[in-house]
């Protein structure tokens, strides 16, 4: 399967612990995009991460979350100190140039 | 006024019928269109993408892009139960260094037998 890989698919955690997503881009993609979906929202991006570099962090809360993507291995979402309303389905996408292609995204929740 | 403004729905279309779905963004400097599928509990799957006025077409498929007018349509011929979902438009501001997609909140398209 040649396709944008995330995992875990599903992750519980308690309020206060740390969640890690992780996420494959496609074979030949160099550009990682993470989206969060919120119940009943649209999708808002969050970060814009190309090898070792943090391009655009814009969407990003200020406190408790940061992103990397490292030379080698996939990128990772990290949340710090976990909240209820972090909870949500975040999704990873990869591209080429411009068309941006999904994972099958981390549905977290936090009790 | 939203960046991306899309009718919420849902929109009910007879199976076999044309089916229209329209967006429109805020940012004139915007370069690049995409329509993404979403079907419930699932990821958004890219459908076309159109980066110049004009028609682009991909089988029962065709974007519309009308930057004078800001706006961008997709038409589904020949709908079938199965493309009964949401429809995500998305912009790409373009110039600078980010691909960064402006979602709008989708349009729920319901296709009866």
């Known amino acids: 399967n040649a396709g944008v890989m995330q995992n875990p698919r599903h992750l519980v955690r308690r309020r206060g612990q740390e969640a890690r997503l992780r996420c494959s881009p496609m074979?030949?993609?160099?550009?990682v995009y993470w989206y969060r979906q919120l119940p009943e929202e649209g999708l808002k991006f969050m970060v814009y991460l190309q090898k070792e570099n943090i391009i655009d962090e814009s969407g990003m809360p200020k406190e408790r979350f940061s992103a990397e993507f490292p030379k080698e291995g996939p990128s990772i979402l990290r949340i710090q100190q976990v909240v209820r309303g972090d909870s949500a389905a975040y999704f990873c996408?990869?591209?080429?140039?411009?068309?941006?292609?999904f994972g099958p995204g981390t549905r977290l929740t936090v009790t | 006024q939203k960046e991306v403004e899309q009718n919420s729905g849902p929109l009910s279309v007879p199976e076999g019928a044309i089916a229209s779905l329209n967006c429109t963004y805020s940012?004139?400097?915007?370069?690049?269109f995409f329509w993404y599928r979403q079907y419930s509990g699932k990821s958004p799957e890219l459908i076309m993408s159109?980066?110049?006025?004009g028609d682009k077409e991909d089988g029962r498929f065709t974007a519309q892009l009308n930057k004078a007018s800001q706006y961008v349509s997709l038409l589904i011929r020949d709908s079938q139960p199965s493309d009964s979902a949401t429809y995500l438009c998305?912009?790409?501001?373009?110039?600078?260094?980010?691909?960064?997609?402006?979602f709008g909140t989708g349009t729920l398209l319901a296709v009866q037998p």
């Open positions: 998305a912009v790409n501001r373009g110039g600078g260094a980010t691909n960064k997609l402006i």
């Open positions: 159109i980066y110049s006025n």
């Open positions: 940012d004139r400097g915007s370069q690049s």
């Open positions: 074979k030949g993609h160099s550009h």
């Open positions: 996408a990869s591209s080429r140039e411009y068309e941006q292609y």
